[in-house]
């Protein structure tokens, strides 16, 4: 049954992801695929979500349950027979495929068999998909890892009456990361001849991500400003010339953030929870702060931090370069991450020449994370580019004012204090330079200066609405909208 763009029949929609909160996160990714499924079953849809089954994923404490009947994946020219597991432990279905030669592994990503991995995940779920008595009206395919599942839907499917009714929507999380593989997986994926190769697609090699994007009905991404940005060739990553020809089919739907889950009047792991009326409960978190990474306990000193990957797309270029600078300022920074070896050794050095000044911890600590966002003054995101940015907006939640390059969904979501007062809720800068940072962090300590007009601001911060509601509400267009172009 088609459902046009203007009926308000519930929709039927199938989320496909390599990552998904509770169950298995790495990045933003999981937080998106876990929150939205939700939001939009809040507005009276029916979503499910289909994931790899991955090893450290608990099945006892999920109540994952094997579903009946195994499926027959085509892998060329043979089969692999494969099982499905499901999960109600979050409300919305969940489906697994359980494949130990493909996910019985620690670490998934960055693994030389990764894009096999990632084909036979979609082959995997197409097959499931005829299996069961359930036909989506609409397939959400996320990032480069389900582009194969686009792909052969678009090419192989028109016989198929059930599949071929599907409309397909893809979100690119981030640009830069595109699975490119050899172009022998066409043909493990089922494909028989070799397709003629797309914009952006080097002979000999199969894109995922340009697949993605070339046989989706809509493409969108998590902000409007990245949408824009990735139309060109500075941020296009070798793709804006095929987006470009796509443009019409281009949007941009700003990310969401789930507003219990991050919530610091009820957050166990700061030392004082608090609200926007019990604001400057905020100084036993940063006292906390200071404490566990070793800096001197100076309240009224501000308090700059990062939770984030130390990666170049986080802006450690230009931190580093202005950070003599910025130690001439009567301030403290704290760093929470891990990634580059380089970045870790010149943070690490930084840290020793500014003791009591600079702390730093390289790993990921759920709790130590909150804490920052609930104790520091400012959250630093300097970022060459930003899909889309959860860290400002947990941050504007906590209180703790965001100092972003204005860039992507950073652009989208902070508006300069220091320009605009009435309408502020942070700091941002827009030139990817030293200066422009040191700029930024000086209006952002002349504001802090003013201890009432500090707090004004943070409750300004922490009355922002960045829930699911709004989002869903776009997304639920959005699929309207590929329905009709599905069709047409």
């Not at 084909?119 to 499931?128: D, G, H, Q």
Request: glycine share 8%; proline share 6%.
């Amino acid at each position: 049954m088609t459902v046009h763009s203007s009926s308000s029949q519930p929709l039927k929609i199938l989320f496909l992801a390599a990552e998904c909160a509770p169950f298995f996160k790495v990045g933003g990714l999981a937080d998106v695929v876990g929150s939205l499924p939700q939001a939009l079953r809040q507005l009276g849809h029916e979503v499910r979500v289909m994931l790899p089954r991955y090893r450290p994923i608990n099945g006892q404490h999920y109540g994952l349950k094997r579903i009946a009947d195994t499926i027959d994946v085509p892998t060329g020219t043979t089969f692999r027979t494969t099982e499905v597991v499901k999960s109600n432990y979050t409300g919305v279905p969940t489906y697994f495929i359980w494949d130990e030669r493909f996910f019985g592994r620690n670490q998934v990503y960055g693994q030389p068999d990764e894009a096999m991995a990632f084909v036979f995940f979609c082959r995997a779920a197409i097959e499931f998909l005829r299996a069961i008595d359930w036909t989506p009206d609409i397939i959400h395919c996320h990032d480069w890892h389900t582009g194969c599942a686009l792909m052969y839907l678009d090419l192989r499917c028109k016989r198929d009456p059930r599949l071929r009714s599907i409309a397909r929507v893809f979100t690119i999380h981030n640009l830069v990361y595109q699975g490119t593989s050899g172009d022998a997986l066409f043909r493990f994926a089922g494909l028989g001849e070799y397709p003629k190769h797309i914009t952006g697609e080097q002979p000999g090699t199969a894109n995922w991500m340009a697949r993605g994007i070339a046989h989706a009905d809509v493409i969108n991404t998590v902000s409007p400003t990245y949408a824009a940005e990735i139309l060109t060739p500075e941020v296009g990553a070798g793709l804006d010339t095929l987006l470009r020809s796509r443009r019409g089919r281009v949007s941009g739907i700003l990310n969401g953030i789930d507003r219990d889950e991050w919530n610091p009047s009820t957050d166990p792991a700061l030392a004082a929870r608090f609200d926007s009326q019990s604001i400057k409960r905020r100084a036993t978190n940063k006292k906390a702060v200071q404490e566990q990474l070793g800096l001197k306990r100076k309240p009224r000193l501000p308090l700059i931090g990062m939770v984030t990957r130390l990666v170049e797309q986080k802006g450690f270029d230009i931190i580093l370069a202005a950070a003599e600078r910025l130690m001439e300022r009567d301030m403290q920074l704290v760093v929470l991450g891990s990634g580059e070896p380089h970045y870790e050794a010149a943070l690490q050095e930084l840290h020793d020449r500014y003791p009591g000044r600079v702390g730093i911890e390289y790993n990921f600590n759920d709790p130590l994370a909150r804490l920052i966002y609930g104790g520091s003054d400012l959250f630093l995101m300097p970022s060459q580019f930003e899909p889309g940015g959860l860290g400002q907006m947990i941050a504007m939640r906590y209180g703790s004012l965001p100092l972003v390059r204005a860039t992507g969904g950073l652009a989208d979501t902070v508006t300069d204090a220091g320009r605009a007062s009435k309408h502020g809720n942070g700091f941002s800068f827009k030139p990817y330079l030293p200066q422009a940072l040191i700029g930024a962090v000086d209006r952002a300590l002349k504001v802090y200066a003013q201890p009432e007009r500090w707090i004004d601001l943070q409750q300004r911060a922490m009355a922002a609405d960045f829930s699911w509601s709004q989002s869903a509400e776009q997304y639920v267009a959005l699929y309207r909208k590929a329905l009709v172009v599905h069709t047409k």
